[in-house]
């Protein structure tokens, strides 16, 4: 099948009734027109064509998981197409990275410039195909599209050194160089910000890349790449393959023309693809899961901690890498603050992303509500409580109750492992030593939050946590111009800030003899 079959919104008898809702008839005008979209594609882009799958396979739909319709199908392919995509990167890289920085600097603020024109269109996308609220994915656009900006000017940026010689009659100078061909895979969550997170610094300094999107969010992707063309970034730059997962992997991991692997997704991938990246030596950088302690002193500020908790745990339905997966809370304050957290957490309104007040979309799928299931059965049969919530929606779909459980213990799994939903587990401690012990007593080590209003404690807490990243009396961390990134098995390198172009950058050492020579 040579053309796309874009199926548009098929609606199911049992979704009838939401035609008549505000956000039905929104989710309708949007996807009525995202046919004739500038920015909506459906199939791969290699070397700076549209293409599909060599097998002519497309049964690959993609669902809206707010409603379960189809929005369109994308192909499904495979490691000839990976191959294909890597060959058209690394003949684009021969000229790319011999762009001065300026020009490429250039190619990038238009594409910025682009994504900030389309960011309504771009927003709707990802509500549509991930779910979240449309006021998050919007915010999700401008922080993606931060990345691109800043990364504009830091390919500027990008100085060696002079060393001073050991011997009169030489010059030591280190010059740093784009690393060559990228593989990204991305996950889900953040259809648009871990792509942009990743294809900004490598672009900027003379890397060219092949993206391999998440199955389950491929069109924020290819409408992305759609507007790095529009914005002038030459064919086989920037080049985009989905379908089956392992073989993409593999076929990035196996080909020694890449020489780099970018991955954010969970640790048992991550893990897979650092043990294949052996196999030809790359560079990796890893952004894997987490489960971030939030840590609630009794000298906090109430209110401070419970809508940075709230902001820290709910954000994406509990569905980022960041949230706050365990809410430790003091002993003098755990009673107050259960019950001030409970009470604004039943405010949070559920709903369709397109809802104006939605504040909880649905989850990814079935099995991530399956997921949240069987934690919280687990952490019920071993004696927590739960004090709001617990149960799938009344919404139906993969819609799930706002939730609050105390008297969670280390033990359960929801305190061991990322639940990725919006379950808030609260565990109680009496020192700030049993807090840091609790907080550091896991694999992961991405994000650390905490709440105090002790100066001292600040730093002292800060410092003793075996985290990337650390907010203190703020829920809301991430930026384009900070370091993000974990330590333990949450994973290896920085992405955003100075430091994250330096994971797409090799030194090169040129020491010149014989200086005194005439
Ligand atoms: P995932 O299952 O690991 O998938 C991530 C990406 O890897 C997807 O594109 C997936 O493709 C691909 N993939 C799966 N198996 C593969 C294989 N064998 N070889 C190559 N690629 C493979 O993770 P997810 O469920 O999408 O995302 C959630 C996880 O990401 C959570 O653990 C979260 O904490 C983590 N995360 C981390 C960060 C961070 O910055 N540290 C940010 C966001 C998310 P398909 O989807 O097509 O199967």
Same mark, same amino acid.
């Given at each position: 099948m040579g053309v796309a079959r874009f199926s548009l919104f098929k609606i199911a008898s049992s979704h009838l @009734?939401? *035609? @008549?809702h505000p956000s039905a008839l929104r989710q309708m005008s949007f996807a009525s027109g995202l046919q004739n979209s500038t920015i909506f594609r459906s199939q791969g882009l290699i070397g700076g064509q549209w293409v599909a799958a060599h097998d002519g396979i497309w049964n690959f739909f993609r669902f809206n #998981?707010? =409603?379960?319709?189809?929005i369109a199908d994308v192909p499904f392919m495979g490691r000839r197409e990976t191959n294909d995509a890597i060959s058209s990167a690394y003949q684009a890289f021969n000229s790319w990275s011999k762009l001065t920085a300026a020009e490429r600097s250039k190619y990038l603020r238009k594409w910025y410039d682009l994504i900030m024109s389309h960011k309504e269109e771009l927003g709707q996308l990802i509500t549509l195909e991930q779910g979240k609220p449309l006021k998050e994915a919007l915010g999700e656009v401008s922080y993606g599209a931060s990345f691109i900006e800043f990364f504009a000017e830091e390919a500027k940026q990008v100085y060696g050194d002079i060393i001073p010689a050991t011997l009169a009659d030489r010059r030591l100078f280190v010059l740093k160089q784009p690393v060559g061909v990228v593989g990204a895979i991305t996950p889900w969550n953040f259809p648009l910000a871990m792509i942009t997170r990743k294809v900004g610094p490598a672009l900027a300094c003379g890397c060219t890349v092949v993206v391999k999107p998440s199955e389950l969010t491929p069109l924020t992707a290819l409408a992305a790449a759609e507007l790095a063309l529009q914005a002038?970034? #030459?064919? $086989?730059v920037l080049n985009v393959v989905m379908g089956n997962a392992s073989d993409i992997g593999d076929a990035l991991l196996a080909? #020694?023309? &890449?020489?780099k692997i970018t991955f954010t997704g969970s640790t048992a991938v991550g893990k897979k693809l650092m043990a294949g990246a052996a196999g030809t030596v790359k560079r990796i950088s890893l952004e894997l899961g987490g489960n971030a302690p939030c840590i609630v002193f009794d000298d906090a500020d109430l209110d401070v901690a419970v809508k940075g908790a709230i902001a820290a745990k709910f954000r994406n339905s509990g569905q =980022?890498?960041?949230?706050?997966?365990r809410v430790i809370v003091q002993e003098g304050i755990y009673e107050k603050f259960a019950e001030a957290f409970s009470k604004a957490v039943q405010n949070l309104q559920v709903g !369709? $992303?397109? =809802?104006?007040?939605?504040a909880q979309g649905p989850l990814i799928n079935e099995a991530a509500v399956q997921k949240v299931e069987s934690f919280l059965q687990d952490a019920l049969s071993k004696g927590a409580k739960v004090i709001l919530g617990g149960k799938r929606h009344?919404?139906? *779909?993969t819609f799930y109750e706002p939730t609050v459980v105390t008297d &969670?213990?280390? !033990?359960m799994l929801l305190a061991r492992e990322?639940?990725?939903?919006p379950v808030a587990p609260l565990l109680r401690f009496k020192t700030e030593e049993e807090a840091i012990c609790i907080a550091n007593d896991t694999n992961a080590g991405l994000a650390a939050y905490i709440f105090t209003n002790n100066v001292q404690r600040t730093w002292r807490v800060s410092e003793a946590l075996e985290y990337g990243l650390v907010g203190v009396n703020e829920g809301i961390i991430s930026t384009e111009v900070a370091p993000f990134g974990g330590v333990k098995q949450s994973g290896l390198g920085r992405e955003g800030s100075?430091? $994250?172009i330096d994971e797409y950058l090799e030194l090169k050492y040129v020491c010149l003899g014989d200086m005194n020579r005439k």
């Open positions: @009734h939401r *035609m @008549h #998981p707010s =409603t379960g319709e189809i002038g970034i #030459p064919p $086989g080909s #020694p023309q &890449v020489r =980022t890498c960041v949230c706050a997966n !369709d $992303g397109f =809802t104006e007040g939605v009344s919404l139906g *779909m &969670v213990k280390s !033990d990322e639940v990725f939903g100075k430091y $994250g």
